[in-house]
């Protein structure tokens, strides 16, 4: 997702050189600032959304931590009573 978004950025940006050079009239100004515009907030909630994926996956791996230390702590507590 992240790399279509990159390329869909790009072509905005290209579209844009096009119509203010003139030179072939493919996109229009309008256009090409939109579509520009498009891929540029695709391409921030993207990052957005990888890095949020990333913090969920490490306050899991820490929940899963901290119950392996409980379990831990009881087994020593259960090995003190013996």
Not at 39 to 49: A, M, N, P
Not at 54 to 59: G, I
């Amino acid at each position: 997702m992240l790399i279509w978004c990159a390329v869909l950025f790009v072509l905005g940006i290209m579209a844009f050189a096009d119509s203010l050079l003139n030179m072939g009239e493919i996109f229009r100004r309008i256009n090409s600032v939109l579509f520009m515009l498009l891929s540029l907030g695709l391409l921030v909630r993207t990052t957005t959304k990888k890095k949020d994926g990333d913090k969920e996956r490490l306050k899991r791996d820490i929940f899963v931590l901290e119950q392996k230390i409980r379990t831990l702590e009881q087994g020593r507590e259960k090995l003190g009573k013996f």
